[in-house]
């Protein structure tokens, strides 16, 4: 019986945010499109050094939570707006260059940084929904989660999510996981040899990070948190330790010694969803100087070294929800 309501509130909490943006499609907002009039897209810009940073900014829009994706300079600046307001579902860089993949209620969308303009991708065989796309080392493959939308009248409802593999064509994509392996899935991140894939699930409010064999479909627990990402050297991993509300650190953890740190960040009474710059040296995440008793206050963009030290703030007020379970920031070179 237990068992049974963990596992009702694990398929509550994934669905929360999903669910917001595939009401808003449903209420007839437009999938992603072009570039909007009045949006200049990014042709020309010097990257800063350290590259950019691209996050999903929150843009609420008649009642429904969209989000805006934007792209700042690592080195600190105004977001800089790129496409309308659609319903996405997680935002994922390459290490190389190439496009930034998102997810959304109407498929995968891949978005050229240069003329921001999104084409759509529909991997061959997955369901319509798919959210928390992530690119292999190579470019070559996505991982993201996919759920079956099933549709009465003007009713949506929303199945399990299982975790697939897909070429970046779409056209070579198959099932890895499941829906009754992936109830609780929030996230997932390659390896940085491509060989595994890194979990976040929900496992009783503190979460769960544990790595998967692709080949062998091992799956091998290491410790609680959320939005877990490898470093790029594979040796460390950054993730979100959530205490109770309104408590939320980015830890990092050494696989070699098999334990976890908190990020020291001075002066922040939150941090959360953490990025790694493209050298390692570098983490991006949200967070807030105010405590609080809720998740739900205005969180700024913060960089801050690996090893700890002086956060940085790149940009202030970028989201209001903090998106712990959903892939909102990505780091790009």
């Not at 922040?268 to 390692?280: E, H, I, N, R, Y």
């Amino acid at each position: 019986m237990f068992r049974q309501r963990e596992r009702r509130r694990s398929i509550t909490r994934i669905s929360a945010l999903s669910l917001l943006a595939l009401a808003a499609t449903m209420a007839g907002i437009a999938a992603p499109s072009a570039v909007a009039a009045g949006v200049t897209p990014r042709t020309g810009v010097q990257a800063a050094p350290g590259g950019r940073l691209v996050v999903l900014l929150s843009a609420p829009s008649k009642g429904a939570l969209l989000t805006q994706v934007a792209t700042v300079p690592a080195g600190g600046g105004t977001p800089r707006r790129l496409g309308p307001p659609a319903a996405y579902l997680g935002v994922a860089a390459p290490r190389r260059a190439g496009p930034l993949a998102l997810g959304s209620p109407q498929g995968l969308y891949l978005l050229p940084l240069a003329s921001g303009r999104p084409s759509r991708l529909r991997p061959a065989g997955a369901p319509a929904q798919l959210s928390n796309p992530t690119w292999s080392p190579d470019g070559r493959r996505l991982a993201f989660l996919a759920s079956p939308v099933t549709r009465q009248g003007r009713r949506a409802t929303m199945g399990l999510p299982a975790l697939w593999l897909a070429d970046r064509s779409g056209r070579d994509a198959r099932q890895a996981l499941d829906a009754t392996h992936t109830a609780d899935l929030l996230t997932v991140a390659w390896a940085p040899d491509g060989k595994a894939l890194l979990l976040s699930r929900f496992a009783r409010g503190q979460g769960a990070v544990s790595t998967l064999d692709l080949s062998s479909r091992r799956e091998r627990v290491l410790t609680r948190g959320f939005d877990a990402v490898y470093a790029p050297d594979g040796r460390s991993f950054a993730y979100t330790v959530r205490g109770k509300p309104g408590q939320a650190r980015v830890w990092i953890f050494d696989m070699r010694a098999r334990r976890g740190r908190q990020l020291a960040a001075p002066g922040l009474a939150q941090t959360a969803t953490p990025v790694w710059s493209p050298d390692g040296k570098t983490l991006a995440f949200f967070g807030t100087r105010a405590a609080a008793p809720t998740f739900i206050q205005p969180y700024d963009l913060w960089t801050v070294a690996a090893t700890g030290g002086a956060p940085r703030r790149v940009a202030a007020n970028v989201t209001r929800l903090l998106p712990v379970g959903q892939e909102a920031l990505a780091w790009t070179s």
